[in-house]
């Protein structure tokens, strides 16, 4: 799995996670003591998409929609931001030429559109209109509206433009030619220090601030040590690729609100399931058969936590990823294949 534009994704995710409202942290006692009702979404293949169409999300279809566009730019992150920004752009001018309105806004997204494929894609009066008459198309063909959730739905139905063959993951190709255990380095055991630090957090009910700038400055750290620990072990495979399926993971368990109190050590099966059905897909856009990493990986990082110190024992919540596995392969194949 070689570097792509889900690097740009797992960026803005990011940035989405650091713009959230701050918010104080719950100890699983008090949750329970609260007088709260707790609605269960269904994970994105299960809402109701018509046959031939996926679930999606606002965000994701705006990025599935531009893709035309973000083709024409190069992958540094100036570049990546004005084909985001054209993309959108096209994205409410479609929507609204769609819906037959007919007023000065319109005109102006027009007319700034067109200002764009002119400046930056430095393309001709035809270019231009055959450009933007063909995203007006690319809009109605994705999301045709008479199929879409009624509002306020927070997701659409997008036709799949391209059915992938998703197949079980190839477990032939991990291992390792270092089976003992590698002894924790005094990075190791700062990292395992941090972590624990974070669950002191989650259960004390400590200041968010707090919390979240250590989460933050664990992104890095995280990433770094568990591929560095994957060479030492002498992994087959390319490391790259499962160390960078860590930071959203993390970011699932630490910066997002349960209604539990959610540890690393301590995940419960619904916790998973809704990792595995829902999150990652919603907060990440890669080629789905690259989804297929994220088991593996997340395992492979529970061998390198219980070695380091942070578990005594890891093969609880190994088998507990071993059994969503199988599911998580058939939500991938209903939502792609």
């Not at 998703?166 to 990075?187: C, H, L, N, Q």
């Not at 916790?271 to 789905?288: A, C, G, Q, S, T």
Request: hydrophobic share 35%; charged share 35%; aromatic share 14%.
């Amino acid at each position: 799995m070689k570097k792509d534009k889900s690097s740009m994704e797992k960026r803005r995710a990011k940035a989405r996670e650091r713009a959230k409202k701050k918010r104080s942290l719950r100890k699983l006692q008090s949750a329970k003591q609260q007088d709260h009702v707790v609605i269960s979404r269904p994970g994105l293949s299960d809402m109701g998409a018509p046959e031939g169409f996926r679930s999606i999300s606002f965000s994701q279809a705006i990025l599935e929609y531009g893709k035309p566009i973000m083709d024409r730019f190069n992958e540094d992150i100036d570049s990546l931001n004005e084909g985001m920004y054209l993309s959108t752009l096209l994205w409410n001018y479609a929507n609204d030429f769609e819906k037959g309105k007919k007023n000065r806004e319109l005109e102006k997204l027009k007319k700034e559109a067109l200002k764009v494929f002119k400046k930056i894609l430095h393309l001709d009066k035809e270019e231009s209109q055959t450009l933007l008459e063909d995203m007006i198309e690319r809009n109605y063909y994705l999301f045709p509206p008479d199929i879409q959730p009624e509002v306020p739905s927070m997701f659409m139905f997008i036709r799949k433009e391209v059915r992938h063959l998703i197949r079980s993951f190839d477990y032939g190709k991990i291992g390792f030619t270092v089976e003992e255990a590698i002894p924790p380095g005094e990075d190791d055991l700062q990292f395992i220090n941090k972590l624990n630090t974070l669950d002191h957090h989650i259960l004390n009910d400590s200041d968010y601030e707090e919390f979240e700038e250590l989460l933050f400055s664990l992104d890095d750290e995280c990433r770094r040590l568990f591929e560095k620990w994957l060479r030492e072990k002498g992994f087959k495979d390319y490391a790259e690729s499962y160390s960078n399926c860590l930071d959203i993971f993390m970011h699932f368990i630490y910066g997002y609100m349960h209604d539990d109190a959610v540890l690393l050590k301590s995940i419960p099966d619904i916790y998973f399931m809704e990792f595995f059905e829902d999150f990652l897909l919603r907060k990440m856009m890669v080629d789905p058969p690259k989804y297929l990493y994220w088991p593996p990986a997340i395992k492979l990082f529970y061998q390198y936590l219980n070695e380091k110190g942070y578990l005594t024992n890891s093969k609880k919540i190994i088998q507990q990823i071993d059994r969503i596995e199988p599911y998580f392969i058939t939500v991938l194949r209903k939502q792609f294949s």
